[in-house]
């Protein structure tokens, strides 16, 4: 059984910043895509920034220049670094994690408010 741990939510002004983290912990044989998405109330799912093993992002045009995902292998984490932040990040933000090339796990969500 796999298990993500998040930390790092809170509450910020706008153009400020928040460091988000992940760490898995369980048995499994190689990490691959880790991820954050985001989920604001009446809205889907979406996903933020994404890195693979090798260490090659992906992120939403939304974020792109204010956030900054980076991961440890060694450790198993991966955090996101996230600048400029503006009252529309607001969401709960959720750690994914694919594992042994085919499963996955999601975080259980930390909360980031945006507001003055």
């Known amino acids: 059984q796999v298990q993500l741990v998040e930390s790092g939510g809170g509450l910020v002004q706008p153009g400020g910043s928040l460091r988000l983290s992940c760490a898995a912990s369980?048995?499994?044989?190689?990490?691959?895509?880790m991820g954050w998405y985001r989920q604001a109330p009446g809205k889907q799912r979406e996903l933020v920034a994404a890195?693979?093993?090798?260490?090659?992002?992906t992120y939403a045009d939304s974020v792109k220049g204010r956030f900054t995902i980076s991961r440890d292998n060694a450790k198993n984490t991966v955090n996101l670094q996230m600048n400029s932040l503006k009252p529309e990040d607001t969401a709960v933000y959720y750690c994914?994690?694919?594992?042994?090339?085919?499963?996955?796990?999601w975080g259980q969500g930390t909360q980031v408010t945006v507001s003055s």
């Open positions: 994914k994690a694919v594992y042994n090339g085919r499963d996955d796990v």
């Open positions: 369980g048995r499994f044989f190689t990490m691959n895509v």
């Open positions: 890195i693979t093993a090798g260490g090659r992002p």
